[in-house]
T-cell receptor, first 118, second 113 residues
Framework: AQTVTQSQPEMSVQEAETVTLSCTYDTSESDYYLFWYKQPPSRQMILVIR??????QNATENRFSVNFQKAAKSFSLKISDSQLGDAAMYFCAYRSGSGGTSYGKLTFGQGTILTVHP | ETGVTQTPRHLVMGMTNKKSLKCEQH?????MYWYKQSAKKPLELMFV???????ENNSVPSRFSPECPNSSHLFLHLHTLQPEDSALYLCASSPGQGTQPQHFGDGTRLSIL
């Protein structure tokens, strides 16, 4: 079974600074997808960024980028120019790309609470 | 407007009550999901429905009973719950079971007395 681990229960950053959230995962599969979701106090889970395992290039979405290290099974999220609205719980998630019983199933990490200081 | 609407937003019930959580999506998606989010634990997938058919039951106790009358609506019927069932219950949908991204609702905060 796949597992996702976020080793940082809480992180903080100053507004306009850069912060990196860590995520590691364990899988024996070669075809999979990785995601970062954001959950603000409003509770809605919002997709921040996604990475296909077969792509070597790191995904970027505006101020959000990932450092995908497939061999190390590491998938960190970097937030540049942090804003107050970035304050939220961030979840790393894994999804199998192959068929079978795991198809479509998201496995989440424990989450990291990000605080942004003005 | 999130596209996925959950009601009620909060629910307090006793262990002997029967209640239902409702999820509705207006995105034309065919797959819908129930997740449980407990404090200090990862989100746990409970059920998956694809084209109204249940395709996954993640060893959920029978006191949770899902219902998917059509691709736009998903219910979670609750009866004789336990205090450890208190959690945030999130609904999500996606175009198909194997497609992303999953769009989430705001959740129902459930408290069992």
């Amino acid at each position: 079974a796949q597992t996702v681990t976020q080793s940082q229960p809480e992180m903080s950053v100053q507004e306009a600074e850069t912060v990196t959230l860590s995520c590691t995962y364990d899988t024996s599969e070669s075809d999979y997808y990785l995601f970062w979701y954001k959950q603000p106090p409003s509770r809605q889970m919002i997709l921040v960024i996604r990475q296909e395992a077969y792509k070597q290039q790191n995904a970027t979405e505006n101020r959000f980028s990932v450092n995908f290290q497939k061999a190390a099974k590491s998938f960190s999220l970097k937030i540049s120019d942090s804003q107050l609205g970035d304050a939220a719980m961030y979840f790393c998630a894994y999804r199998s790309g192959s068929g079978g019983t795991s198809y479509g199933k998201l496995t989440f990490g424990q989450g990291t609470i990000l605080t942004v200081h003005p | 407007e999130t596209g996925v609407t959950q009601t009620p937003r909060h629910l307090v019930m006793g262990m002997t009550n029967k209640k239902s959580l409702k999820c509705e999506q207006h995105l034309g998606h065919n797959a819908m999901y129930w997740y449980k989010q407990s404090a200090k634990k990862p989100l746990e997938l409970m059920f998956v429905y694809n084209f109204k058919e249940q395709t996954e039951n993640n060893s959920v106790p029978s006191r949770f009973s899902p219902e998917c009358p059509n691709s736009s609506h998903l219910f979670l019927h609750l009866h004789t719950l336990q205090p450890e069932d208190s959690a945030l219950y999130l609904c999500a949908s996606s175009p198909g079971q194997g497609t992303q991204p999953q769009h989430f609702g705001d959740g129902t905060r459930l408290s069992i007395l």
